[in-house]
């Protein structure tokens, strides 16, 4: 069982940065798709970023490319999503996910996997 727990969120102006933290508890070893989701507004949540624990170039959605990066703390057991930039339209509940596997790019979507309740981001201008 892996128990995400988020912490970050904050109201900030447009311009400002954000760094977002998932504690991925109870996660030890093993090969596991992780990310960051906003809740949006239907069923399904948007992935913004996401990586493989095994390495390799990470995702990111259209909007977050050239603002946020995405990374792990192996040593803290955290992923860590650091946002630069922000803007109004960034704002949303930041939920941080991760499922068992390897296939972590084209439309992963964590169905039956770990979900944390989110942490949320306001930007005013």
């Known amino acids: 069982q892996v128990f995400p727990v988020e912490s970050g969120g904050n109201s900030v102006r447009a311009g400002e940065s954000l760094t977002l933290s998932c504690k991925m508890r109870?996660?030890?070893?093993?090969?596991?798709?992780m990310g960051w989701f906003r809740q949006g507004s239907g069923k399904r949540r948007d992935r913004v970023a996401s990586?493989?624990?095994?390495?390799?170039?990470?995702y990111y959605a259209d909007s977050a490319k050239g603002r946020f990066t995405i990374s792990r703390d192996d040593s803290q057991n955290t992923l860590n999503l650091q946002m630069n930039n922000l803007k109004p339209e960034d704002t949303d509940k930041y939920i941080c996910?991760?499922?068992?596997?390897?296939?972590?790019?084209?439309?992963?979507?964590?169905?039956?996997?770990?979900w944390g309740q989110g942490t949320q981001v306001t930007v005013s201008e």
């Open positions: 109870g996660y030890t070893f093993g090969s596991f798709c």
């Open positions: 996910a991760a499922s068992p596997g390897w296939n972590c790019g084209g439309t992963w979507y964590p169905e039956g996997g770990y």
């Open positions: 990586i493989y624990t095994g390495g390799g170039a990470p």
